[in-house]
Each structure stands twice: as structure tokens, then as C-alpha cells.
């Protein structure tokens, strides 16, 4: 390609009205010539972009780049699989729940043998009841949980533990 018809391409190229071969040629001419890429360059700057040599692309350069992201990805999945809380107490609370419920039905659908003297049983431990046990609390400021004891002084082998992380929502 000639510098005359490079000139009179110039505004075509900028509309893309070229077909492929004059579009090669005329970027093999911009690329080869410093005194149309001036010309170029005045009539549009980011024709500087179009002088530039084609890149060659590395298929093994982009195939490591996908593997390496690919893996990263399946990391971060494995992490966030792993660091879940764990909700075991979620488990138990509920298990309670429902032994609460069943032994409640029980003693509610059980026939009455018309027998008083489980009525006064019941009435003689409701006016007995005894001191709740002692109970510890302690805050763990560096890992935003708190832990509640509660145990008896009589019984040294016997305490229930409650550990509670005030962010958590239910």
C-alpha cells in the first residue's frame, strides 16, 4: 500500500468500512511507515495502538494462568467448607427439646389412677426446691465467645458447660 491510499483510508478504517485485506494492509503499512502513522496519530490518537505488531498468544501461558485460577477457586471452596461453625449444640438443644415434649405428653395423656400421693410428692418437691448450683461465666474477648459453667459443690465430677457466641444469629 502507497502513502496516497493509506490517506484516503484513514476515515474509513476510523468507521471500520474495511474488509479484511485492506484492514491488514493498511495496519502492515501503519506499523511500516513513520511519516502516515504521524498523519494517523493526528487524525485519531488511538491509532498509535493500531501500529503495534500482533501478539502471538502462549497457549501454555493461558492454559497455567486457567489451572492456577481453576485450583485457587477449589481452595477457597475446601476453606470455606472446613471453617463453617459448627452447630452440634443446635443438635442437642433440639434434642431436649423434643424429650421435654414427649415426657410433657406423657405425664398430660397418662390415665390417673386417681392416687393423691404423687400429688403430694409433687407438691412436697415443688416446696423444696433447692439452691441452683453455682455458676461461672467467663468472656473470652480475643474469641468473641462466652462460656457459662454451671456445677454443683456437692458433686466435684459432675458440671455442664455452655459455650456461646453472641454473634451468632439464631
Not at 433447692?130 to 455458676?135: K, V
Request: with cysteine; hydrophobic share 40%.
Amino acid at each position: 500500500m502507497n502513502c496516497e491510499t493509506f490517506e484516503g483510508l484513514i476515515e474509513a478504517y476510523l468507521a471500520d468500512d474495511l474488509d479484511d485485506l485492506r484492514r491488514r494492509g493498511f495496519r502492515e503499512h501503519l506499523g511500516s511507515c513513520g511519516t502516515c502513522r504521524d498523519k494517523a496519530v493526528e487524525a485519531d490518537c488511538s491509532l498509535i495502538l493500531s501500529a503495534a505488531p500482533p501478539r502471538q498468544d502462549d497457549a501454555q501461558k493461558i492454559e497455567a494462568v486457567t489451572q492456577a485460577v481453576m485450583g485457587q477457586i477449589r481452595q477457597q471452596r475446601i476453606e470455606r467448607r472446613l471453617h463453617r461453625p459448627r452447630r452440634r449444640w443446635l443438635a442437642a438443644a433440639a434434642m431436649v427439646v423434643v424429650t421435654l415434649m414427649g415426657v410433657t405428653g406423657w405425664r398430660l395423656l397418662s390415665p390417673d389412677d386417681g392416687d393423691d400421693t404423687t400429688l403430694a410428692v409433687v407438691e412436697a418437691k415443688a416446696v423444696e426446691r433447692p439452691a441452683p448450683p453455682p455458676r461461672l461465666e467467663v468472656d473470652m474477648a480475643g474469641e468473641g465467645v462466652r462460656v457459662y459453667q454451671y456445677a454443683d459443690d456437692d458433686d466435684g465430677d459432675t458440671a455442664v458447660y455452655f459455650i456461646v457466641n453472641p454473634a451468632m444469629e439464631l
